[in-house]
């Protein structure tokens, strides 16, 4: 079975960069304190009792998902904005976009008897080709232990650099296993993985379930997965962190992509009638040309 580098939450962010780099997967052992860990799994345990399972071929039948965790548990905000994932999200998705945003969020509860789910890269949802840069990069917390027979995610370490061809290859559920890895880890672990990699959910062997949360992060002038504006409240967008709410959505991508009426979403949704000026978010490398372009118009006209 191949192997994923595992590091330490102390490691420096260029050493898992230069893992995902290479192998398109890494984990974070033990990220969450103790404390934070038991909050989280009550909170989000007293949601996941109140669901049924979901229904889908891809889904599954014996699983149970659920999205906008952010007003599930304040423990997800600290996880979402942690400076390591951070870092390499600036690695991945910052040459590509202006600011990047969290793509979804969505607890994964795998049930006993659950079969694995179909091999596949998550990035596909964005139909259109994009070979070397990634789009997408999805973190996967560990709620519960991940084993060897729980349902680990079951991932293809270094399938990122394979031609894009090769997406939804049946032949691809039949891999030898010394190309196939298990994103074992412990529970407060994070397994980060590129948008571009092959992966599944595992099969779970055992009677008890298997709860992970991704939380998913993609370039800021794609849509996202999960629509944060309808699903949280404006209550619950206050309660953020100030990154929270600009990462959820609540932000520019210059120049001028998602402001309303000439503002900063932030601005309108704190006072919604205010009758600002129209202003434009221009990205700062265009500024000096567009301000030069303008004064060599007036002068012009002017002579
Ligand atoms: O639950 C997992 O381990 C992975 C699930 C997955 O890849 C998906 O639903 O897209
Ligand atoms: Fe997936």
């Known amino acids: 079975m ?24 890494a984990v974070i052992d033990a990220v969450l304190q103790p404390d934070q860990h038991v909050k989280l799994k009550r909170d989000l345990g007293a949601h996941l009792s109140a669901i049924p399972d979901c229904q889908g071929d891809f889904y599954g039948y014996a699983t149970k998902r659920l999205g906008l965790l952010f007003n599930k548990s304040d423990v997800f905000y ?46 596909p949802m964005f139909p259109f080709m994009h070979p070397g840069a990634e789009v997408m990069v999805n973190c996967m917390w560990a709620i ?69 949360a991704v939380i998913s992060y993609s370039l800021g002038w794609l849509r996202q997965a999960e629509n944060a504006y309808l699903g949280y409240s404006l209550a619950e967008l206050q309660a953020m962190p100030a990154k929270l709410q600009e990462l959820i959505g609540y932000f520019v991508h210059k120049p001028n992509l998602g402001s309303i009426n000439g503002r900063h979403p932030l601005d309108f949704v704190k006072d919604p009638a205010n009758p600002n000026l129209f202003t434009e978010f221009l990205p700062e490398a265009a500024k000096p040309f567009v301000k030069a372009f303008r004064n060599d118009s007036l002068s012009k006209a002017a002579a």
Request: charged share 15%; proline share 6%; glycine share 8%.
């Open 78 to 123: 600290d996880m979402a904005i942690h400076p390591s994932i951070l870092a390499v999200m600036d690695h991945f998705l910052l040459p590509s976009c202006s600011q990047y945003q969290i793509n979804l969020t969505q607890a994964i509860s795998i049930g006993p008897n659950e079969p694995r789910q179909i091999m596949h890269q998550d990035d």
């Open 2 to 25: 191949a192997s994923i580098q595992q590091f330490q939450p102390s490691a420096p962010a260029d050493l898992i960069i230069n893992a995902l780099i290479q192998d398109g997967c």
């Open 144 to 212: 519960d232990d991940f084993t060897e027979t729980n349902g680990s995610t079951v991932l293809v370490p270094g399938s990122h650099t394979w031609p894009r061809q090769e997406s939804l290859n049946l032949a691809l559920n039949d891999l030898p296993a010394d190309q196939i890895s298990l994103g074992t880890m412990k529970a407060g672990s994070v397994l980060i993985y590129l948008g571009s990699l092959f992966h599944c959910g595992g099969r779970n062997e055992t009677q008890e379930r298997r709860c992970g």
